[in-house]
């Protein structure tokens, strides 16, 4: 978890999946990392990948704000530098509602960091969590 004298009292948070419900071991850890946030006074803008999930209300009654991002998939996304789970967490829009707020940015996980090193966001306080299931 970031500490949390870094953090204003809003965070974007970006997750590979849809943390609710909370039925594996990482959407375990995201969903109650984001409640636990929240019941400290912290301002979620939750920012979700889609995949194999729908939206929730259960997320939308916590969060300031939260939006939904496709994830993409097809062979074409393997023809890249970046790692398969990354490339198809990319989303314009995802970029694009980071750029709306300067509020620091929380990548839940390496599947998330598609924007760590974009310039636009080169000012901005960012965490990263690599959550253990990442790590070989």
Known sequence: MPDLEILSKSLNIITLNIPYPPDYGGM?????????????????????FA?????????ESFCESVSYYPRKSGFIYNLSHLPYVVNTRRSKNLLK????????????????TKYLDHPALAERKITISMQKDNII
């Open 28 to 48: 375990i850890d995201t969903y109650y990392r984001i409640k636990t946030l929240h019941n400290l006074g912290i301002r979620i803008h939750l920012h979700s």
């Open 51 to 59: 995949y194999g999930r729908k939206a929730s209300k259960e997320l």
């Open 97 to 112: 509602n980071l750029l709306r707020n300067d509020y620091p940015i929380f990548f839940d996980g390496l599947h998330t």
